[in-house]
C-alpha cells in the first residue's frame, strides 16, 4: 500500500505561476523601456503641436527658432525655378517655386517663425482647402498642394502629401 503524500508548509511553483511572474517581468520592461524620454511635445499658442503633424497629416510646424533664406534650400538640394512676387501673399519677404527629389514645393519666406504662423498660415490654408481643379493665382497650374509646413520663418507648400516636405525638412535640420 502507498503512503499518503505528505502535504507541506511550502509551496511547489507551478507553470502558471511561472508564467505570471514571466509576464509582470516583460510587463515591467515594457513600461520601463517605452516610458518618456524626458522630452515633452511643444504645443504652439494656438494648441498645435511643434514638430509633429496634425491629425490629418496635412500640416506641420517646427524648426521654430530657424531663419532660413533661399541659399540653406538650396543647399539642402531643393531646385529653384520661379520667383514670385511679393504683392499676392501679404507678409511675404521672398517666394519660390521649385522641387525637391522631383517633387514641388512652393517657399514664402516671412521675416519670422511669428510672422509666418500670423501671416502664412492662413493663406496656406485657403490654398490646401482648394478642391481638384481649381488654380492656384502664382501657379498657372491646377493646384496640387493638400499640405503645408511652417518650417521656422518659411512657408512651405507640399505637392501630394506633407512628406514631400518632411524630406527637405530633414535635410534642412
Known amino acids: 500500500m502507498m503512503k499518503p503524500a505528505r502535504t507541506s508548509l511550502r509551496r511547489i511553483p ?8 514571466i509576464f509582470i517581468l516583460i510587463l515591467l520592461l ?8 524626458g522630452t515633452e511635445t511643444e504645443v504652439s ?8 503633424a496634425d491629425e490629418e497629416g ?8 530657424s531663419l532660413y533664406v533661399i541659399d540653406d534650400l538650396t543647399a539642402a538640394g531643393f531646385k529653384k525655378s520661379k520667383q514670385f512676387d511679393l504683392e499676392t501673399v501679404p507678409g511675404a519677404i521672398d517666394i519660390w517655386y521649385g522641387f525637391f527629389q522631383q517633387l514641388d514645393i512652393e517657399v514664402r ?7 509666418a504662423l500670423d501671416k502664412g498660415v492662413e ?6 482647402a482648394r478642391t481638384a481643379g481649381q488654380r492656384d493665382p502664382l501657379i498657372p497650374v491646377v493646384n496640387l498642394y493638400p499640405a503645408y509646413a511652417v518650417v521656422g520663418n518659411t512657408v512651405m507648400l507640399c505637392e501630394r502629401q506633407l512628406s514631400t516636405c ?4 530633414e535635410v534642412l535640420e
Not at 507551478?14 to 511572474?21: E, I, K, N, V
Not at 496635412?58 to 527658432?65: A, D, E, K, P, S
Not at 519666406?109 to 510672422?115: A, G, K, R, T
Request: hydrophobic letters at 45%; a negative charge; one cysteine or more.
Open 14 to 21: 507551478t507553470h502558471s505561476s511561472y508564467f505570471s511572474l
Open 30 to 37: 515594457m513600461v520601463t523601456g517605452c516610458g518618456s524620454s
Open 45 to 52: 499658442e494656438d494648441g498645435v503641436a511643434i514638430g509633429v
Open 58 to 65: 496635412i500640416r506641420l510646424i517646427t524648426n521654430t527658432m
Open 109 to 115: 519666406f516671412y521675416e519670422s517663425h511669428e510672422v
Open 123 to 128: 493663406l496656406a490654408e485657403t490654398i490646401i
Open 166 to 169: 518632411e524630406a527637405l525638412i
